[in-house]
């Protein structure tokens, strides 16, 4: 089994990986409503020392299935649970490999070997019999921060001004805000804030 992922940090997801997101992006869902993996994310954060839960900005004696967590905090737990996902399956002796950092830059059929070629940037493929392809995120609305227009939040740093600098996408002031383009042509805006 090859597991194949554009960021340097497999299992995580756009969405919660520290290079797309940040620790002021609340996930939009509570503990309770993950799926289970092999723990739950209130198990998960319990199993962490003090020093680590300081890192993720919780308080032991405040985990709550009912809270939400920043999304990096969803990333590290993900990321732990696709890990334990793997070194099950390499006890089971299924061989895992990982690509990670690995852009696709094409994928190719081959119906008369039944094959698929998974082609990576650097001229380098993997050959596999069956693929499952999640392509992820498109934005395909431009940036006009000069509108305070985003046509998405990612990767979230665009959206914050760099310290000291309150001017740098947003305007003067620490309202934070992007619209996100409803399906039916309208705009929606989100609006919140942060103490930057």
């Not at 919660?16 to 997101?21: C, E, G, N, V």
């Not at 620490?174 to 399906?183: F, G, I, K, M, Q």
Request: aromatic letters at 8%.
């Amino acid at each position: 089994m090859d597991k194949i992922g554009r960021l340097a940090i497999i299992g995580v997801g756009m969405p919660y990986d520290r290079t797309t997101t940040n620790k002021y992006n609340l996930c939009n869902i509570s503990s309770a409503e993950i799926p289970q993996l092999d723990q739950s994310l209130v198990a998960w954060l319990h199993s962490l020392s003090d020093g680590e839960l300081e890192n993720q900005r919780i308080k032991r004696a405040e985990i709550d299935e009912d809270e939400t967590y920043c999304r990096t905090t969803l990333g590290d737990y993900f990321h732990s649970q696709y890990s334990a996902i793997v070194v099950a399956l390499r006890a089971a002796g299924i061989s895992c490999h990982e690509h990670a950092d690995c852009p696709v830059v094409d994928v190719v059929d081959n119906r008369s070997s039944n094959e698929v070629e998974i082609h990576f940037a650097e001229n380098e493929k993997v050959v596999v019999d069956r693929v499952v392809i999640a392509t992820g995120h498109s934005f395909h609305e431009p940036d006009d921060p000069a509108k305070v227009y985003f046509g998405s939040p990612w990767p979230m740093h665009k959206l914050i001004p760099e310290k000291g600098n309150r001017q740098r996408g947003v305007g003067e002031r620490s309202d934070l805000r992007y619209r996100v383009p409803a399906r039916d042509g309208r705009s929606s805006l989100l609006v919140w804030s942060a103490s930057l």
